[in-house]
């Protein structure tokens, strides 16, 4: 089945400092990518969708200078936390779809990002 | 706006019997739906997926079943095992152009546990 490698899978940094999570498409090419942010005990909540070569889109409320997305190429988005604070602390994940119409979104393991 | 809901925190089932999963939805644009297994601390799996011309999916042990009218669908798991015991997490998604294209709408989640 289709893999997407997330890395890092743990991050423990001092406040103000700037985190970058990238996200792989191992075995397709992914021409969108999406950045999930997830709460204890509760759903998954859209951050932003990537698509290679353009900006990202942002879901509402989400500050696009505080995440900053880049998409590029067909394997590769990166997501980096700017100046991170413990409120940023969370469990990130992404995934990867391909082009084709009705494709599942394939999911990294996630990174588990706290900020002390 | 819960455009998709799993009304079911939780549920338990003997190992061998049927798991049954279900997932309501609002938003009459959908027509993708998926179905992902998600354990702590990692990014959700893929398990199943039917577009909204179907009415049922099969694929090994896990069955998707759809119902437009009511704006319902259900995963069934036959039979059950304790390696099933997950958060399962249905997902909708319209393929209209534009910046929605792809993006899933996530449920709260159903806590399953198989006991032996």
């Known amino acids: 089945g289709a893999v997407v490698s997330q890395h890092p899978s743990w991050v423990i940094c001092k406040s103000g400092t700037s985190v970058k999570i990238e996200c792989r498409s191992l075995d397709f090419q992914a021409t969108t990518m999406f950045w999930y942010r997830q709460f204890p005990k509760q759903s998954l909540m859209l951050m932003a969708t990537s698509n290679e070569g353009s900006k990202a889109t942002y879901e509402q409320g989400v500050e696009k200078d505080k995440f900053l997305i880049n998409h590029a190429s067909l394997t590769l988005s990166t997501l980096t936390v700017t100046s991170a604070h413990p409120e940023d602390s969370s469990f990130y994940i992404c995934?990867?779809?391909?082009?084709?119409?009705?494709?599942?979104?394939?999911f990294g393991d996630g990174t588990r990002l706290s900020i002390l | 706006d819960q455009q998709v809901k799993q009304n079911s925190p939780s549920l338990s089932v003997q190992e061998g019997r049927i798991s049954i999963l279900n997932c309501d939805y609002t938003?009459?644009?959908?027509?993708?739906f998926l179905w992902y297994k998600k354990y702590p601390a990692e990014g959700p799996t893929f398990l199943i997926s039917i577009s909204s011309i179907k009415d049922k999916n099969e694929d090994g042990r896990f069955t998707v079943f759809l119902n437009k009218s009511a704006k319902h669908l259900s995963l069934h798991i036959v039979p059950s095992q304790p390696g099933d015991s997950a958060v399962y997490f249905c997902a909708a998604a319209y393929n209209a152009g534009g910046t929605s294209y792809g993006k899933l709408t996530f449920g709260q989640g159903t806590i399953l546990t198989v006991h032996p």
């Open positions: 938003n009459s644009m959908f027509d993708y």
């Open positions: 995934s990867a779809r391909a082009r084709s119409r009705n494709q599942p979104q394939h």
